[in-house]
């Protein structure tokens, strides 16, 4: 009887624990900051087994908020910092992770709770914004010359702005030479196959791998859209590729080339399958844009 009471207790024990729901956890230091201020929130999965494949999703953009920092050292912990420059209350959110059920193992998407931050002005001290002066007269000016002079200094420097807006109009107007489109996707496709034998098993290898892998999908896009997306930031990229490829296809380029610009400009060292992954995922987006042009 003692046994089988021992026994059944490590049952339920044992089924609690398989049934644990994973939960995201928002946290931050504060929860008021001054406009330009920043603020740190950690966003933790918890009840999840550590080596589970987890996949961080952040917006582009959060509206009145924006990034200053990323730290990606832990796995299931992501530490962000903000700032915003709007004063008032608003909810930060729209961040969300990907893991596999604790039931079934079918990958679920969780949603953080939003966090309320307010932003104040700071009104102590110097910096309060609408310090009022008092009326100070203004003395006449003895020497007519002067105005004379500073007359003339403000009509010289007119035309010279001028003259130098319509030669940068010019110049901003001036036809962008491409290459031709013949070849683009084999000249593509050769990149992806030497990325394939890559072992992306250090950082600096990884951080040569996504330099290649970024470059050869701009030039692709480049050649194939007549758009200079060799210039563009990863942002400017979904902005003007959304419109000829569709939203989804352009976040979808969009979430790699931000993961290449955590290891080529932040020193992350992304897991070898995930690198491996993005060069896939990159080149299956190739293909479906060869496919709808041909």
């Known amino acids: 009887m003692k046994y089988s009471s021992i026994f059944l207790f490590f049952m339920i024990l044992c089924a609690g624990i398989s049934s ?30 550590p080596s589970a494949k987890i996949t961080w999703n952040f917006p582009d953009s959060i509206e ?34 990907t893991v596999p059920s604790n039931l079934n193992d079918k990958p679920q998407t969780l949603q953080f709770a939003p966090k309320e931050i307010m ?26 010359w002067i105005a004379y002079s500073i007359l003339a200094a403000a009509i010289i420097t007119l035309f010279l702005l001028v003259y130098l807006f319509k030669k940068w109009k010019a110049k901003q107007s001036g ?39 970024t470059a050869a999908a701009k030039r692709f896009l480049e050649r194939n859209y007549r758009q200079p997306y060799s210039k563009y930031t990863t942002d400017e990229t979904i902005f003007h590729l959304a419109p000829v490829t569709g939203r989804e296809t352009a976040a979808q380029l969009t979430q790699v080339m931000r993961l290449a610009d955590a290891v080529k400009f932040a020193k992350f ?26």
């Open 269 to 294: 060292a992304a897991p070898q399958q995930e690198c491996s992954n993005a060069v896939l995922q990159i080149e299956k987006i190739v293909q479906q844009i060869q496919q709808q042009t041909v």
């Open 175 to 213: 036809t962008e030479i491409f290459e031709p489109v013949a070849g683009a996707y084999e000249e593509f496709m050769k990149v992806i196959n030497d990325l394939k034998q890559r072992t992306w098993a250090t950082q600096q290898e990884q951080k040569a791998g996504f330099s290649e892998l």
């Open 64 to 97: 009145h908020f924006e990034y200053l920092g990323f730290d990606t050292i832990d796995i299931l912990k992501r530490e962000i910092t903000f700032t915003s420059w709007d004063s008032g209350i608003w909810l930060l959110k729209g961040i969300s992770v």
């Open 20 to 49: 644990a729901q994973i939960t995201p956890v928002v946290s931050g230091n504060k929860d008021k900051i001054l406009i330009g201020e920043p603020i740190t929130l950690t966003f933790e999965v918890k009840a999840i087994d």
């Open 119 to 144: 932003v104040e002005y700071d009104t102590t001290g110097s910096r309060i914004l609408n310090d009022i002066k008092p009326i100070m007269e203004v003395s006449a000016i003895d020497n007519p």
